[in-house]
């Protein structure tokens, strides 16, 4: 066999050899992120159950953390993602800096959404979407931990930002 012809199945067998390792290299890339995508969604779904457990519970402004017989949004918040091993910082406008930002379009079950419904400039306001456009939270005196609409609702007309800490 000539130079020329080794030189070629060489560089053939080369080129076969590099585009196999680039496709299962990718493949083991890819499937860890399945997996948290996963763990993400399965720990969304026992955030989103636990705070329904509490539906009704009562609203009280600076209710203390860990108390389970009022809520204020913020407490409410972080009670429920700190009973699945994730820490919340007391405040909403202090919850509102952790994790990572997300778009109202791309919003997620178990994702912050944080409000401003004062209007003057500052969040004092976090829900927790559990999906089709539903909030979790509470907000006000007789009413307590409730469910409410997302689209339209004053918490998306004072719609500031929302996290994933997912």
Excluded: E
């Excluded at 499937?31 to 993400?40: I, K, L």
């Excluded at 203390?64 to 909403?92: A, E, M, W």
């Amino acid at each position: 066999m000539n130079t020329s012809k080794k030189s070629l199945i060489g560089k053939t067998l080369a080129g076969i050899t590099l585009s196999l390792t680039v496709a299962f290299s990718g493949h083991y890339l890819t499937a860890p992120q399945t997996a948290y995508a996963a763990s993400a969604s399965t720990t969304a779904s026992k955030i989103i159950q636990t705070g329904k457990h509490y539906l009704g519970v009562p609203y009280k402004f600076g209710a203390k953390s860990g108390n389970t017989s009022s809520f204020d949004c913020s407490s409410f918040t972080q009670y429920v993602f700190k009973k699945h091993g994730i820490s919340l910082p007391r405040s909403s406008q202090d919850q509102s800096k952790v994790g990572r930002k997300v778009s109202k379009s791309q919003l997620q079950p178990g994702d912050l959404v944080f409000s401003d419904t004062n209007r003057d400039g500052r969040i004092n306001h976090v829900s927790i979407y559990i999906g089709n456009g539903k909030l979790l939270h509470t907000y006000k005196v007789g009413v307590g931990v409730t469910i409410s609409n997302f689209k339209g609702s004053t918490w998306d007309k004072t719609f500031v930002t929302a996290r994933r800490v997912l």
